[in-house]
């Protein structure tokens, strides 16, 4: 199984992205999922999570109401839309998945992971 992320980039305080993270293999369906990053020397953090379905998400309080994770699982891919972008969230956000099909917020129960990219907000 092999994560690729994309979208990351520069934008202004109050912008938007909109990351994607493609996954390989045919038991996607059935993965949890997970956005978690790290800020230069911090520790990773967890973003955001959603269950096989789509149906259950859970999301950092730091990021609540500002960001959404959804997935498609017909393209194997999941994806977090970022809004309303502060300087506090400049991190390399990577995406992982997890062989169970709940909606987990910890990075330990995670098995594979992406190789990040870069989302920089400036103020």
């Known amino acids: 199984v092999q994560l690729q992320a994309s979208g990351g980039g520069l934008v202004q305080t109050g912008g938007f992205l909109r990351l994607s993270c493609i996954v390989s293999?045919?038991?996607?369906?059935?993965?949890?999922m997970g956005w978690f990053r790290q800020a230069p020397g911090k520790e990773r953090e967890f973003v955001a999570a959603?269950?096989?379905?789509?149906?259950?998400?859970s999301y950092a309080d730091s990021v609540k109401g500002r960001f959404t994770i959804s997935r498609d699982n017909a393209k194997n891919t999941v994806y977090l839309q970022m809004n309303s972008l502060k300087p506090e969230d400049t991190a390399v956000y990577y995406c992982?998945?997890?062989?169970?099909?709940?909606?987990?917020?910890?990075?330990?129960?995670?098995?594979?992971w992406g190789q990040g990219t870069l989302v920089t907000v400036s103020s």
């Open positions: 293999g045919r038991t996607f369906s059935s993965y949890g």
């Open positions: 992982a998945g997890a062989r169970m099909s709940a909606a987990v917020t910890s990075p330990h129960l995670y098995n594979y």
């Open positions: 959603i269950n096989w379905s789509g149906i259950s998400t």
